[in-house]
């Protein structure tokens, strides 16, 4: 059994940085797809940003430049730094772990972490 624990969110002002962990046990970790999305009320969720075993990442527009996913693999831990944060981006940020061979139903997810931004 897959466990994610997230850390790191809180209430900052527009143009703040927070950073966000993900701390992952039970699984090989390094072979995982590694995410973060976050739900704003009334909303979807939406895939913030993705980072696979090569390296490869994948954001959202609207956080390109602005956020960035890394991982530490001897860790069991991805990250999220988000910098110039926007009230627009004030959301649950949930962690995810999918292995590539498995169909998605097979995802792992956090228990989310909220982030504000406001003033």
């Known amino acids: 059994q897959v466990q994610l624990v997230e850390s790191g969110g809180g209430l900052v002002q527009p143009g703040g940085s927070l950073r966000l962990s993900c701390a992952a046990s039970?699984?090989?970790?390094?072979?995982?797809?590694m995410g973060w999305y976050r739900q704003a009320p009334g909303k979807q969720r939406e895939l913030v940003a993705a980072?696979?075993?090569?390296?490869?990442?994948n954001y959202a527009d609207s956080v390109k430049g602005r956020f960035t996913i890394s991982r530490a693999n001897a860790k069991n831990t991805v990250f999220l730094q988000m910098n110039s944060l926007k009230p627009e981006d004030t959301a649950v940020y949930y962690c995810?772990?999918?292995?590539?061979?498995?169909?998605?139903?097979?995802?792992?997810w956090g228990q989310g972490t909220q982030v504000t931004v406001s003033s």
């Open positions: 995810n772990a999918g292995h590539p061979s498995l169909p998605r139903r097979y995802d792992y």
């Open positions: 039970g699984t090989i970790f390094s072979l995982y797809v």
């Open positions: 980072l696979d075993s090569s390296g490869t990442t």
